[in-house]
């Protein structure tokens, strides 16, 4: 089972903090993405394919759609603004 978790405005727009999911290694970060939009509703799609998304895979931000193992962790991080 992988452990996805969602930090900040996401974890408020989607209700929950973290989740477990079972996949397949092998199975990339954006159908990890598709297959939680198919469980939970297209809202979900919306919000996690979002433009600025940052995502994690065991603690490493990725910059690719990487193929993922049935253990890893899965961070979903809202973009950072400062000032």
């Given at each position: 089972m992988a452990t996805v978790i969602f930090f900040a405005s996401i974890?408020?727009?989607l209700g929950t903090n973290q989740m477990s999911v079972d996949i397949e290694s092998?199975?990339?970060v954006s159908a990890l993405i598709n297959a939680l939009a198919?469980?939970?509703g297209p809202e979900w799609g919306a919000i996690l394919k979002a433009e600025n998304i940052k995502i994690a895979v065991?603690?490493?931000l990725i910059t690719?759609?990487?193929e993922l193992n049935a253990q890893d962790e899965v961070a979903f991080f809202p973009p950072v603004t400062g000032g």
């Open positions: 974890r408020e727009d092998g199975t990339r198919t469980m939970n065991n603690q490493e690719s759609d990487i």
